[in-house]
């Protein structure tokens, strides 16, 4: 499968953004579907997981209350709602795709090319 993410951008402290990536190739609803970051010299982090339905969500602690992870798999996309976005939010932002959901990133198969999110002060 082929990820796409688009919709970073630049954006003030308390904004909002919503961030897709659309999906090619096999079975989107195939997937569970996650969400990463990675800030300048850290570690790339788990922000938020679906199921291949989108029964089950899983978020991590720095961001639950403020993301929303969703999917629509009549249009192959899952989406990540951000709302009162902050500074240690400022991000490469990736989507990737494996068979079950996780939280882990070497658990998954497949990955997007990444989509900058920068939250200014």
């Known amino acids: 499968v082929q990820l796409q993410a688009s919709g970073g951008g630049l954006v003030q402290a308390g904004g909002s953004l919503r961030l897709s990536c659309a999906a090619s190739?096999?079975?989107?609803?195939?997937?569970?579907m996650g969400w990463f970051r990675q800030a300048p010299g850290k570690e790339r982090e788990f922000v938020a997981a679906?199921?291949?339905?989108?029964?089950?969500?899983y978020y991590a602690d720095s961001v639950k209350g403020r993301f929303t992870i969703s999917r629509d798999n009549a249009k192959n996309t899952v989406y990540l709602q951000m709302n009162s976005l902050k500074p240690e939010d400022t991000a490469v932002y990736y989507c990737?795709?494996?068979?079950?959901?996780?939280?882990?990133?070497?658990?998954?198969?497949?990955w997007g090319q990444g989509t900058l999110v920068t939250v200014s002060s």
């Open positions: 990737a795709a494996r068979g079950g959901i996780d939280y882990t990133a070497s658990q998954y198969d497949y």
């Open positions: 190739g096999r079975t989107f609803s195939s997937y569970a």
């Open positions: 679906i199921s291949r339905s989108g029964g089950t969500t």
